[in-house]
């Protein structure tokens, strides 16, 4: 996807709840970094940012065997602590009211009060409620700050969200003192679930670290249904060598690769740094924001409720700490020194998955695509509202840093239009390796040729794009001959 979008939605789920109060500044988003490892040490290079990764599956409630009658036992894992929202009041022996006003964040419409309008208990389950009065918006946040934190463990919840534009319900941790690896964003930022009401039947998850900013996100998308339907449950391990995220039992997400620096210039910090200390639960329900969006005249604020049912701390007996991090695995060119697969189109594909070649659609862009006779054909419908509505791309092309690449191909349209090009980092706030080339193609087969040094640290998934959206144009574009290749 491409950055400007990009950019703005991280910015967005990162200061849904940043660490402490400091702001993340553009310039900051935009100089992200990736992590690698080459010839067995820690090296950081830096990153691109991409669109997160979407699957789906039929997701349900499941029956768990029960400590007693209302808490499951989780084999291998002890309880520290829970809440089971039974009472008449909050525990605030565990909970701080984390009160702000409008705009304190992503410039969000909402004020957080600790008013029992916003935050309140009702038939066994918190609820966080959304208020819209007179133009004026109140909503509820809340978070275990000095009261309840932990380093390594299995957070379990089970919550049903509102739907509606501009609502965003989010759980995520955060460390309880952020300055032993540096202020916001280098401390670290789990995103366990985060839920916009545009979409209810989709879930975000995320993990940043590192100086600059790094992020892994990929986001889940139930097979049927909306999780403003009913209750799911939702879950993440944090473990020293690997984070999980679940939805009802189902493993949706892993990541096992970070770092992190006090300072640009400094060494990485040992690993699993900066997830390597005592963290503690943030929850929220947002209206407004770059990514939530602005709430419009169908968004229900009767039914603004972001509802938990409960929420369960575990932990192992230990963990071990001794643990290295997972070295990517970096695709090797063939033998005429194509980084790019199939990129002679020899073979047919699926180009909806998301192996080699795929075709991506965005905010209204609808397209076909399909590979025959050596060519890769985009048919376009609708150009949608942005370039990258309508995308073919290729991740895991390897991009190493201080090297000089080229990027070719023959092209050719229907009838003459603009096409754009670029090699970004999905998994780096999409950053650009090579810059966004816009040109024109007609209707005569040509070959195109762009240089560009890679400058950023070592990357395993640099991504490969042609966007064909909102060009002024539907003409069918055809591709052919496609290489990236070291030139120097």
């Keep these: 996807m491409r950055k400007n979008l990009i950019c703005a939605s991280l910015a967005a789920l990162l200061l849904l709840t940043g660490c402490s109060e400091n702001p993340l500044s553009a310039d900051t988003i935009q100089s992200t970094e990736s992590a690698s490892i080459e010839t067995g040490a820690i090296t950081t290079e830096p990153a691109t940012t991409q669109a997160p990764t979407t699957e789906s599956a039929e997701l349900g409630p499941k029956a768990l065997p029960t400590i007693n009658d209302d808490i499951p036992e989780i084999p291998g894992y002890t309880m520290i602590w829970n809440d089971e929202f039974d009472g ?4 605030e022996s565990l909970w701080n009211y984390d009160t702000h ?6 410039e969000e419409n909402q004020s957080y009060t600790d008013s029992a309008d916003n935050v309140f208990l009702r038939d066994g389950a918190l609820v966080l409620k959304a208020i819209k009065d007179d133009e004026r918006y109140t909503s509820g946040k809340l978070t275990t700050q000095g009261k309840q934190s932990f380093t390594y463990g299995k957070v379990v919840f089970r919550a049903k969200v509102p739907e509606g534009k501009g609502l965003a319900s989010y759980v995520g941790l955060l460390p309880q003192n952020e300055n032993v690896y540096g202020p916001f964003p280098k401390c670290g930022k789990l995103d366990v679930m985060s839920i916009f009401g545009k979409d209810a039947a989709t879930i975000n998850t995320d993990i940043y670290y590192g100086e600059p900013l790094t992020e892994q996100a990929k986001s889940f998308a139930l097979g049927k249904g909306s999780f403003s339907e009913e209750y799911h449950e939702f879950s993440i391990e944090w473990e020293p060598s690997e984070i999980r995220w679940y939805v009802d039992g189902a493993k949706i997400h892993s990541v096992n690769d970070w770092f992190t620096r006090v300072t640009a210039s400094s060494l990485d910090a040992a690993y699993p740094a900066p997830f390597d200390q005592p963290f503690y639960v943030t ?3 947002a209206v407004g924001g770059s990514d939530a969006g602005s709430p419009n005249v169908e968004t229900d604020f009767d039914k603004a409720e ?3 049912d409960y929420i369960r701390v575990y932990q192992k007996n230990e963990y071990d ?3 290295e991090r ?5 695709r090797q060119a063939d033998e005429s020194g194509n980084f790019v697969h199939n990129g002679d189109f020899s073979a ?4 909806n998955d998301a192996a080699d070649w795929s075709l991506l659609l965005f905010d209204g862009g609808e397209a076909t695509a399909v590979i025959d006779g050596n060519t890769l054909t985009v048919n376009t419908a609708n150009a949608g509202k942005a370039d990258y509505s309508v995308q073919i791309v290729q991740p895991e092309i390897p991009m190493m840093r201080s090297r000089k690449y080229r990027l070719s191909f023959d092209a050719w349209a229907d009838e003459e239009r603009q096409i754009t090009t670029c090699v970004s980092a999905p998994d780096a706030v999409f950053a650009r390796y090579m810059e966004d080339q816009t040109f024109t193609v007609t209707t005569e087969k040509t070959n195109y040729s762009f240089d560009f040094y890679m400058i950023n640290k070592d990357d395993a998934n640099g991504r490969l ?7 002024g144009s539907t003409a069918a574009v055809h591709f052919q001959n496609v290489r990236v290749e070291l030139v120097d």
């Design 101 to 106: 006003v409008a705009t304190w964040s992503d």
């Design 283 to 285: 929850m929220n329900l």
């Design 348 to 351: 047919a594909e699926d180009l």
């Design 306 to 308: 972001f509802q938990i």
């Design 321 to 323: 700490t001794n643990v």
């Design 326 to 330: 997972t070295a990517k695995h970096f």
């Design 465 to 471: 794009e042609f966007n064909l959206g909102n060009a």
């Design 88 to 91: 008449d009041a909050l525990d």
